[in-house]
T-cell receptor, first 116, second 114 residues
Framework: DGGITQSPKYLFRKEGQNVTLSCEQN?????MYWYRQDPGQGLRLIYY???????QKGDIAEGYSVSREKKESFPLTVTSAQKNPTAFYLC???????????????FGDGTRLSIL | DAKTTQPPSMDCAEGRAANLPCNHS???????VYWYRQIHSQGPQYIIH???NNETNEMASLIITEDRKSSTLILPHATLRDTAVYYC???????????????FGQGTILTVHP
């Protein structure tokens, strides 16, 4: 089945530790996104990528880093600089290059990150 | 992107149609209306989207008023598994500073009961 796979489902981070969240899609989508969702709140954009080897900061990129070496993969690293990393992290992808596409984004099932 | 207004909660009996309203009175001509839903601890699920014509797919129907200031998502035969938070989102196709991101509001908590 085609879809977006996020792993792990649950992740725990120790103080001063970097952790990487995986996002893989087999939908052949060009654009990929990382969002953060806090309890009772909407989604906030962390990073996005429209094409391989290119990515842009979203609204809350500080303390996070990404890479896009392959079309199907868009991993997110939560660095020790992110002081409040506890949240639900969602990866999404969308077909078609360019911001003018009206095609909808499709989401993975998320990774819940907690601080130990 | 235009702001949307949705009722905080709605109830629906199983097997009946669920009609979820959304107000987007400041929508502009190039903005699409998208509907997603989110079940607790899962990622948002895309349902349907449209520009100005009514749309239907296997999950739902989307009715957009002629002036495009409001829309209604219709789940024709609601089941218990349709209990979720439903989000109405308006997004422009042009880039600008939107990056193509989706802005989720508070949504409507739909509870389907037996």
């Amino acid at each position: 089945d085609g879809g977006i796979t996020q792993s792990p489902k649950y992740l725990f981070r120790k103080e001063g530790q970097n952790v990487t969240l995986s996002c893989e899609q087999n939908l052949n989508h060009d654009a990929m996104y990382w969002y953060r969702q806090d309890p009772g709140q909407g989604l906030r954009l962390i990073y996005y990528s429209q094409i391989v080897n290119d990515f842009q900061k979203g609204d809350i990129a500080e303390g996070y880093s990404v890479s896009r070496e392959k079309k199907e993969s868009f991993p997110l690293t939560v660095t020790s600089a992110q002081k409040n990393p506890t949240a639900f992290y969602l990866c999404a992808s969308r077909p078609g290059q360019g911001l003018t596409s009206n095609q909808p984004q499709h989401f993975g099932d998320g990774t819940r990150l907690s601080i130990l | 992107d235009a702001k949307t207004t949705q009722p905080p909660s709605m109830d629906c009996a199983e097997g009946r149609a669920a009609n979820l309203p959304c107000n987007h009175s400041t929508i502009s001509g190039n903005e699409y209306v998208y509907w997603y839903r989110q079940i607790h601890s899962q990622g948002p699920q895309y349902i349907i989207h449209g520009l100005k014509n009514n749309e239907t797919n296997e999950m739902a129907s989307l009715i957009i008023t002629e002036d495009r200031k409001s829309s209604t998502l219709i789940l024709p035969h609601a089941t218990l598994r349709d209990t979720a938070v439903y989000y109405c989102i308006v997004r422009a196709t042009l880039g600008g500073t939107s990056y193509g991101k989706l802005t989720f509001g508070q949504g409507t908590i739909l509870t389907v009961h037996p």
